[in-house]
């Protein structure tokens, strides 16, 4: 499947910002909570893990938070590496006629 460069960088410039805050927020809230466990202090920080679980409260979206988590980093790393063999492949030096 040859998909039109335009539109691979168009849908990761797109998705990068949208997926930046939960992204983030998994990787911090999951660091902090192990930190927390592994020096006897988790007591009064389950709510770290509900956030890394995706319950925001109001917002419970644990049944579906890790899968567009992975769906969203997956598209991006796909459409970044594909981008990036592109530029690979127009930036090699073609040898000269003889």
Avoid: C, V
């Avoid at 990787?27 to 020096?39: A, D, K």
């Avoid at 988790?42 to 770290?48: C, T, V």
Wanted: proline content about 5%; hydrophobic content about 45%; cysteine-free.
């Amino acid at each position: 499947m040859n998909i039109n460069s335009s539109l691979l960088r168009r849908l990761h410039r797109s998705l990068a910002p949208i997926m930046l805050l939960p992204i983030l927020l998994t990787l911090i809230t999951g660091s902090l909570y192990q930190i927390m466990q592994l020096t006897d202090h988790n007591r009064g920080f389950g709510w770290l893990l509900s956030w890394h679980k995706g319950n925001f409260g109001i917002l419970n979206l644990e049944a579906i938070y890790p899968f567009l988590n992975a769906a969203g980093l997956l598209t991006l790393a796909i459409t970044g590496i594909s981008m990036w063999f592109r530029q690979r492949r127009r930036s090699k030096p073609r040898p000269e006629d003889a």
